[in-house]
Nanobody, 127 residues
Framework: QVQLVESGGGLVQEGGSLRLSCAASGRTFSPYAMGWFRQAPGKEREFVTVIIWSSGITYYTNSVKGRFTISRDRAKNTVYLQMNTLKSEDTAVYYC????????????????????WGQGTQVTVSS
């Protein structure tokens, strides 16, 4: 089993920044990728970004390109999401996820692909 624990959420004004962390643990933790998703009130969970664990290759959804940066620390089994220039529409619960199976971008964007999820951390951006 793999456990994921997110932290770093909170309340921030528009234009501000937050940094989320997701720490992974478990003897079977051997990821191909780790990703961030978010779910706003009344909406479905959506893809935000993903990082390929070995290469560091990253993908982003268009709405966060240039504002969000995903990174990882392999020694700490931790993935980060640096969020800058936050907008009110970024308000959501943010979840990290991981999976060990190699897949292309279109599959990695799909919620159904991921086997392990964190409990989520709330990000609220006030206007």
């Amino acid at each position: 089993q793999v456990q994921l624990v997110e932290s770093g959420g909170g309340l921030v004004q528009e234009g501000g920044s937050l940094r989320l962390s997701c720490a992974a643990s478990g003897r079977t933790f051997s990821p191909y990728a780790m990703g961030w998703f978010r779910q706003a009130p009344g909406k479905e969970r959506e893809f935000v970004t993903v990082i390929i664990w070995s290469s560091g290759i990253t993908y982003y959804t268009n709405s966060v390109k240039g504002r969000f940066t995903i990174s990882r620390d392999r020694a700490k089994n931790t993935v980060y999401l640096q969020m800058n220039t936050l907008k009110s529409e970024d308000t959501a619960v943010y979840y990290c996820a991981t999976d060990r199976y190699s897949s292309g971008y279109e599959v990695l964007r799909s919620i159904a692909h991921w086997n392990y999820w964190g409990q989520g951390t709330q990000v609220t951006v006030s206007s």
